[in-house]
């Protein structure tokens, strides 16, 4: 066989020169894989046909490209007929996200997936993104212990009404988290070895229960493991829709993000990928101890300590402008000085069509 399948592969996804891409797909694929997932869209029969190998053997292919997250059946029982990863976070997604990846075995393809990002990824894609959509694409939804006693909440800005709102619930490691920690650069904020917080909802858990690639969730599992990670200091963000059934509702945090890569490596600006809530931090300066926990907690620089005229002692101050209304400063604060309010009604948000 030819190398001519990994080219093929890196032309859909949309890096056809990358040499950092091409590494990722060798490391993930051997050149059968490759030219199987290159002959997609098709089942067995018809992979068969176009490969000229036997049907058996393009069935045991997809099906092991399916456990690797590369191959995706319409039909997740029947898996009859398959697609290869619509895009690269798709691909990066579901080869990385699952309790079967073995870190220790998989350094190299952490390692290529993390000098990609670095090299290329998050430049192109970062810049590319606001000129195809002309709205942010992924939103801030805000803890629950920041929005419980307001009134007016919509549902979906209420993290629990949405939790709620699944027929199916699971959770997968954050493959974000996964590369990071495969470099020898974890988490600050969490241990994802030890609590896993890429939540799937929806279709999402559904393809996470057929390829058995993580953990089943109730409704108050599901709830608690938002909390836990608001307390954490990780903010909820997802699809910036109305959707209450979105596949995945990530718990983010400014060290691994893919999203932040974009802000950070390639220099876009946060507001043109994500949405703010409608929310608003603010502090309530006579309980604030200038403890700057909350300036720890705020991934988008909002906090920042002075001196308040009059006042011997420094206080936490909030730029309106820069806050993105996730909530994380209030539930980190241990001597209740971070406060929250709406800004703008619920009708002025931009939600993508």
Known sequence: MSDSP???LSM?????????LRKILEVLLTQEEASVA???PGGPGDVAQKLGIPQD???DILEGLWQKGAAFPKDFQKRDTYRFARDLIQLHDATLASKHFDLEKNREYTKAWHTFGMEEFYVKMGNLLPQIFSKPIWRVIPAWDAIKDLEGIEPYENIRTMVD???????VPCSCRVVKQGVNDPCKFTDEQGTWHCVQFAKGANYV???DSGKVLTKEEAFDLMQKAAKDGLMHMGPNTKDLNPNTI????????EFFGFYKVGHVTPEALTAKSRFRAYVNVANCKGCQDCIDRCAFGAIELIRPQGSKKYKASVDEEKCFGCGVCLVGCAYDAMRFKPIMPAEALAFMD
């Open 57 to 59: 053997r393009a069935k």
């Open 6 to 8: 990994y080219e093929a």
């Open 38 to 40: 290159a002959s997609l």
């Open 12 to 20: 859909r996804l949309g890096f056809p020169e990358s040499a950092h």
């Open 250 to 257: 990530c718990n983010c945090c400014e060290d691994c993000c």
């Open 209 to 211: 229960t057929a390829r």
């Open 165 to 171: 709102a699944q027929d199916a619930l699971a959770v």
